[in-house]
C-alpha cells in the first residue's frame, strides 16, 4: 500500500525574499525594521550566496566601519542581525512558479497578492516579493550526459562528500581540476578505514585550478597507487539493464582520443556552481540584458509588488558592489513599507532613538542613522 504524500502548509508572510545572499539578508532586517514579516528561499544549502561562494575564505575591505572580514564572517553577522525579526530561512529549494493572486484594491489589505511554489513543494503567499537573487540561483555546473538526471542523489552527487564511510568499497570517480575536486579525491584517497574499492579522479588535461599544496598531496597518492588520474572527457553512462544502476563511466581520452571505461559506482561531479536566472525569466519581468530593470528611488520592477534588488538588477549608475546591496535593500523597504500602506509616506526609523526597535534589537542596539 503506498503512502500518501502531504504537500507542506502554505506559508503566509508580508514578504518573500529570493536569494540569502548579503543583499537579500540585509533586506530581511530592514523589512523587519518596518515591521513588517519575512521569508527568505535559497537554492544553496547555505546563506551568503556568491559572497560565501566567491569570497568565502577571502579578505573584503569596503563593509563600512568593518575594517577586513571574509564572506564567510560577514555572513555570520548579517545572520546574527537578523535574529531578533525572526525571519524564516528556507535552504536548498528554488523558487520555481510565481502567480499573481486577485487581490484587494487597496494595498494595505492584509490579504496575499502573489502565490510562490518552490522545488520542494513549498507555498507561500506573500503580499511582496523581493528578488535578491544575485547573477541567480547557483547550482551546479553538470555534464551533458544521457541519463544523469536520473542518478542525481543516488549515485551522482556535486557536493563534497560530508562522511567518507559511506563509500566504502565502492568505485568513485570525481570530476574536476579545483580545490573542492582535489580535496574530495584527497580525502577518499586516503581513507584508512571504510576505504573506496577505487577513487579515480578525471579532468581534461593534467593541471589543476588548485593550492598547490593539495595538487602535491595529489601527486603522492598517485604515486602512491592510492589514486587514479584520468585524463579525458565523458561521453557516456553504463547501467544495469535490469536495476538501472550505474556500472561505469565511458570517456575519450585527450591525448589518444581513445574510448576507455572506468568503473564507478558513484560519480562526484565537482565542477563548481554557474549562475542561472532560471524561472525567474518566465515571470513577465523586464529584462535588460539578463538583468531586472528596476525604478532606482523604490527598486519595484514593472510589476506592483515585486521588488529586486542586489547583482540581479540594472538602473543608471548600479554598481556592483556588497555595499550598494545594502543601500537598495534599504530603500526597497521602504518603499515596499509604503506600498503595503496604500503608498503613504513612511517616517524615518532611528534605532538610536526607537524604544520598540531596541527593545527588539537588544542587546544589539544597532544603531540606524
Given at each position: 500500500?503506498?503512502?500518501?504524500s502531504?504537500?507542506?502548509?502554505?506559508?503566509?508572510?508580508?514578504?518573500?525574499?529570493?536569494?540569502?545572499?548579503?543583499?537579500?539578508?540585509?533586506?530581511?532586517?530592514?523589512?523587519?525594521?518596518?515591521?513588517?514579516?519575512?521569508?527568505?528561499?535559497?537554492?544553496?544549502?547555505?546563506?551568503?550566496?556568491?559572497?560565501?561562494?566567491?569570497?568565502?575564505?577571502?579578505?573584503?575591505?569596503?563593509?563600512?566601519?568593518?575594517?577586513?572580514?571574509?564572506?564567510?564572517?560577514?555572513?555570520?553577522?548579517?545572520?546574527?542581525?537578523?535574529?531578533?525579526?525572526?525571519?524564516?530561512?528556507?535552504?536548498?529549494?528554488?523558487?520555481?512558479?510565481?502567480?499573481?493572486?486577485?487581490?484587494?484594491?487597496?494595498?494595505?489589505?492584509?490579504?496575499?497578492?502573489?502565490?510562490?511554489?518552490?522545488?520542494?513543494?513549498?507555498?507561500?503567499?506573500?503580499?511582496?516579493?523581493?528578488?535578491?537573487?544575485?547573477?541567480?540561483?547557483?547550482?551546479?555546473?553538470?555534464?551533458?550526459l544521457?541519463?544523469?538526471?536520473?542518478?542525481?542523489?543516488?549515485?551522482?552527487?556535486?557536493?563534497?562528500?560530508?562522511?567518507?564511510?559511506?563509500y566504502?568499497?565502492?568505485?568513485?570517480?570525481?570530476?574536476?581540476?579545483?580545490?573542492?575536486?582535489?580535496?574530495?579525491?584527497?580525502?577518499?584517497?586516503?581513507?584508512?578505514?571504510?576505504?573506496?574499492?577505487?577513487?579515480?579522479?578525471?579532468?581534461?588535461?593534467?593541471?589543476?585550478?588548485?593550492?598547490?599544496?593539495l595538487?602535491?598531496?595529489?601527486?603522492?597518492?598517485?604515486?602512491?597507487?592510492?589514486?587514479?588520474?584520468?585524463a579525458?572527457?565523458?561521453?557516456?553512462?553504463?547501467?544495469?539493464?535490469?536495476?538501472g544502476?550505474?556500472?561505469?563511466?565511458?570517456l575519450?581520452?585527450?591525448?589518444?582520443?581513445?574510448?576507455?571505461?572506468?568503473?564507478?559506482?558513484?560519480?562526484?561531479?565537482?565542477?563548481?556552481?554557474?549562475?542561472?536566472?532560471?524561472?525567474i525569466?518566465?515571470?513577465?519581468?523586464?529584462?535588460?540584458?539578463?538583468?531586472?530593470v528596476?525604478?532606482?528611488?523604490?527598486?519595484?520592477?514593472?510589476?506592483?509588488?515585486?521588488?529586486?534588488?542586489?547583482?540581479?538588477?540594472?538602473?543608471?549608475?548600479?554598481?556592483?558592489?556588497?555595499?550598494?546591496?545594502?543601500?537598495?535593500?534599504?530603500?526597497?523597504?521602504?518603499?515596499?513599507?509604503?506600498?503595503?500602506?496604500?503608498?503613504?509616506?513612511?517616517?524615518?526609523?532611528?534605532?538610536?532613538?526607537?524604544?520598540?526597535?531596541?527593545?527588539?534589537?537588544?542587546?544589539?542596539?544597532a544603531?540606524?542613522?
Open positions: 500500500m503506498t503512502e500518501p502531504f504537500a507542506p502548509e502554505p506559508i503566509t508572510t508580508d514578504a518573500v525574499i529570493i536569494g540569502a545572499g548579503c543583499a537579500g539578508l540585509f533586506a530581511a532586517f530592514e523589512l523587519g525594521i518596518m515591521g513588517l514579516r519575512s521569508h527568505i528561499v535559497e537554492t544553496l544549502p547555505h546563506a551568503g550566496g556568491q559572497c560565501v561562494h566567491l569570497y568565502g575564505d577571502k579578505p573584503i575591505y569596503d563593509i563600512p566601519a568593518i575594517l577586513q572580514c571574509t564572506g564567510n564572517e560577514l555572513t555570520e553577522r548579517l545572520l546574527e542581525q537578523i535574529k531578533p525579526f525572526k525571519a524564516g530561512l528556507h535552504l536548498q529549494q528554488t523558487v520555481t512558479q510565481l502567480k499573481t493572486l486577485d487581490a484587494p484594491e487597496k494595498t494595505s489589505d492584509p490579504a496575499p497578492r502573489f502565490e510562490l511554489h518552490t522545488s520542494t513543494g513549498q507555498c507561500f503567499l506573500t503580499r511582496c516579493v523581493v528578488i535578491a537573487s544575485g547573477y541567480g540561483a547557483f547550482l551546479p555546473r553538470t555534464l551533458p544521457e541519463g544523469i538526471r536520473a542518478l542525481e542523489n543516488q549515485q551522482v552527487f556535486y557536493e563534497l562528500p560530508a562522511h567518507t564511510d559511506a566504502a568499497g565502492k568505485h568513485v570517480v570525481i570530476n574536476g581540476d579545483t580545490d573542492i575536486a582535489l580535496q574530495a579525491a584527497s580525502q577518499l584517497a586516503s581513507a584508512e578505514h571504510n576505504r573506496p574499492a577505487s577513487v579515480t579522479l578525471v579532468h581534461r588535461r593534467d593541471k589543476f585550478r588548485a593550492e598547490d599544496a595538487i602535491a598531496q595529489i601527486q603522492q597518492l598517485r604515486q602512491a597507487g592510492r589514486l587514479q588520474f584520468i579525458g572527457q565523458f561521453t557516456g553512462l553504463v547501467t544495469d539493464a535490469a536495476s544502476q550505474l556500472t561505469a563511466l565511458q575519450m581520452g585527450s591525448t589518444d582520443r581513445q574510448t576507455l571505461q572506468t568503473p564507478a559506482d558513484t560519480f562526484l561531479i565537482l565542477l563548481g556552481l554557474a549562475p542561472q536566472l532560471g524561472p525569466e518566465q515571470w513577465g519581468l523586464a529584462l535588460e540584458r539578463k538583468h531586472l528596476v525604478d532606482p528611488g523604490t527598486f519595484q520592477t514593472n510589476t506592483p509588488g515585486i521588488y529586486a534588488i542586489g547583482d540581479a538588477i540594472t538602473y543608471p549608475g548600479k554598481r556592483k558592489l556588497i555595499v550598494s546591496g545594502f543601500h537598495e535593500a534599504t530603500l526597497a523597504a521602504y518603499a515596499i513599507a509604503s506600498y503595503l500602506q496604500d503608498g503613504a509616506t513612511i517616517p524615518v526609523y532611528y534605532t538610536s532613538s526607537n524604544s520598540e526597535l531596541q527593545a527588539i534589537l537588544a542587546p544589539q542596539k544603531g540606524h542613522a
